[in-house]
């Protein structure tokens, strides 16, 4: 089973709402925009939550919103403008949509807006440059969020919804790879740098991403440090059905006989990754209790070890 959701993010005025009722209907998914339901749910409209309870209240109850909304499934959802403000919206909508992002230029939302008195952040004299200032603050949280981004300038509502299908057409024609990353792993770019190298972990996952990309993969990642939390993951693909599996355990991979099953159990295509060459450390690195339910095994060659994974699973999945 895939993600479900489809969640519409972008500036005011981008089309968020129109655009998601179009492309409900087409898809035959119910509509939510998120703002509507939270003035229901206060009986408020929004520019009077802002004016009276302050926008850091506003922003509490619109994340208590996106995590209600994200139990649902085959929904659209039309967010906020200021849904990246907090991080955890989206990671929290993620896990169960596509995020797909209607950018636009500050002139063609400020023609959506002018006139419009609802916009809280818009109550004021140079509605341009307060449009322009904000869209560039935003405008990087918007794109890193993103799993699909749709150019809207210049097209109607229709052919936007039209874009918008096509892409997740293509999109479902993708594998689909899990990155599971293990302890420590968090750490990289300040542990060991002479061994690990100095490149964060989102550093290397945003690489993986590129180039899973280049061969018609989407990949999905995960960290922890906890040994059952990734035995989690590892269900949780066996249920929606993934392609296969990247996994770098980190030192669970010298003893973890709980992944070691999990792997078993799940019959799914797994890579084992190391960016060092454990066989060249310690001793007790040589073994790796993963390695024997894996496809196989890369190691040594820092995080291109990644995107050998990528192909190695690509070709085994073909
Ligand atoms: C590692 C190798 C492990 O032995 C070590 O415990 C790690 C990282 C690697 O990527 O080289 O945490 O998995």
């Known amino acids: 089973m895939r993600k ?27 509509f939510v925009d998120s703002d509507e339901e939270i003035e ?5 409209l929004i520019v009077d939550i802002f004016k009276e309870q302050g926008e850091t209240y506003f922003r509490k109850i619109e994340h208590e919103m996106m995590q209600k909304l994200a139990q649902g499934e085959k929904q659209v959802i039309a967010t906020g403008g200021g849904i990246i403000v907090n991080k955890d919206n989206i990671s ?39 449009i322009a200032d904000l869209l560039a603050e935003r405008e990087g949280d918007y794109l890193g969020a993103a799993d699909i981004i749709i150019s809207v300038d210049g097209y109607t509502p229709q052919e936007i919804a039209g874009q918008i299908q096509e892409n997740l057409q ?48 989407q990949t999905q ?19 929606q059905n993934v392609d296969g599996i990247i996994i770098n355990p980190g030192a669970f991979t010298h003893y973890s006989y709980g992944l070691r099953d999990a792997i078993a159990s799940i019959a799914l295509p797994v890579v084992e990754v190391h960016l060092s060459n454990i066989h060249q450390r310690e001793s007790f690195r040589h073994q790796s209790v993963i390695a024997p339910v894996c496809i196989g095994q890369i190691c040594g060659f820092g995080a291109m070890g990644y995107l050998l994974a990528i192909d190695a699973l690509n070709s085994f999945i073909n």
């Open 221 to 239: 990642f995960y960290q922890s440090n906890h040994e059952g939390n990734l035995i989690d993951q590892l269900q949780k693909a066996y249920y």
């Open 4 to 30: 479900s959701n489809i969640i519409l993010i972008g500036f005011m005025g981008s089309g968020k709402t129109t655009v998601g009722k179009i492309l409900a209907k087409n898809l035959h998914y119910s």
């Open 40 to 44: 229901k749910q206060e009986q408020k």
């Open 170 to 217: 293509r999109r479902d024609s993708m594998k689909e790879i899990w990155v599971l990353h293990g302890v420590n792993l968090n750490f990289l770019g300040i542990r060991e740098p002479d061994i690990y190298g100095d490149q964060t972990l989102e550093d290397i996952n945003k690489k993986i991403c590129e180039y899973g990309r280049t061969k018609n993969i």
């Open 92 to 130: 929290c909508l993620k896990k169960t949509g596509i995020i797909i992002y209607l950018k636009a230029s500050p002139n063609h939302i400020y023609k959506n807006v002018q006139r419009d008195k609802t916009r809280p952040l818009l109550q004021v004299e140079n509605k341009q440059k307060v």
